[in-house]
């Protein structure tokens, strides 16, 4: 028969064992949840935009490599700090404050993108044109217990259109006709030259296949400058025939 202290020393050992299985399961989950914080150092620190995240006051909790490149600011150095001072936004025209987007995150609990026009001043004082987008980081309740803003340079993305709205501008008053089609044989643009030269307006032509201006004789010629420009080769000048929306054949 057992004895008290039999009873005792029972449920001593039974609380000994699940207390050793809690703590293992607690070190197990522990070990999980820091191989995944790693994992994710690892993923932010290796991505090729930047990111910056804050805690539910809005000061910097993290930077990864690429946004202490365009801050100026060091993850050291940021921690602890309100955002705006480390991602400090202005709009382009005006040089006023933008709306900071992780703070605009929290505080509506939705993912919110940077103004356009925004450019972002780094430490040193340059700075350069940003776009991104920002959202709250919530918990299990779903309260916001912080942001994560993610932006990148857009600097090669600006110059880039540009050079690409003045060459439209080029094209749009140049005098000549000057028409752009796909490898499939699409008409994309049609300047106001076209217009002039073949009757057609660029509502009419766009969108519509290169032979609406090609007799039927030289649809194999047409076909034959495609295949060799998809090939990469070059066609230089060439004379050839064309139709105008009234039927006029042209030289060109």
Not at 152 to 160: Q, W
């Amino acid at each position: 028969m057992r004895t008290p202290e039999d009873e005792e020393r029972r449920l001593r050992s039974v609380a000994l064992q699940n207390a050793n299985t809690i703590l293992l399961a607690r070190q197990r989950a522990e070990r999980e949840l820091a191989g995944e914080r790693e994992r994710l150092r690892i993923t932010l620190a290796s991505i090729g935009d930047a990111v910056i995240s804050t805690d539910a006051e809005g000061r910097v909790t993290y930077l990864n490599g690429v946004a202490e490149a365009l801050t100026g600011w060091t993850q050291a150095e940021a921690a602890g700090r309100l955002l705006p001072d480390v991602f400090h936004v202005v709009n382009e025209q005006t040089r006023q404050p933008a709306e900071n987007p992780a703070l605009q995150a929290l505080r509506e609990g939705t993912v919110v993108g940077l103004a356009s026009h925004s450019v972002l001043l780094a430490r040193d004082g340059s700075e350069r044109p940003v776009d991104d987008s920002s959202a709250p980081i919530l918990d299990e309740s779903g309260t916001a217990v912080g942001a994560v803003l993610v932006f990148r340079d857009v600097t090669e993305r600006r110059r880039a259109e540009e050079v690409q709205a003045r060459l439209a501008a080029i094209v749009e008053s140049s005098q000549d006709a000057i028409v752009s089609k796909t490898l499939e044989g699409v008409i994309r643009t049609w300047n106001t030259g076209a217009e002039r030269l073949f009757g057609y307006a660029a509502e009419e032509a766009v969108g519509r296949p290169i032979t609406l201006i090609i007799p039927p004789e030289l649809l194999d010629e047409e076909q034959e400058i495609l295949a060799r420009i998809a090939r990469g080769e070059r066609i230089e000048h060439y004379e050839t025939v064309r139709v105008a929306k009234d039927g006029r054949r042209l030289d060109i």
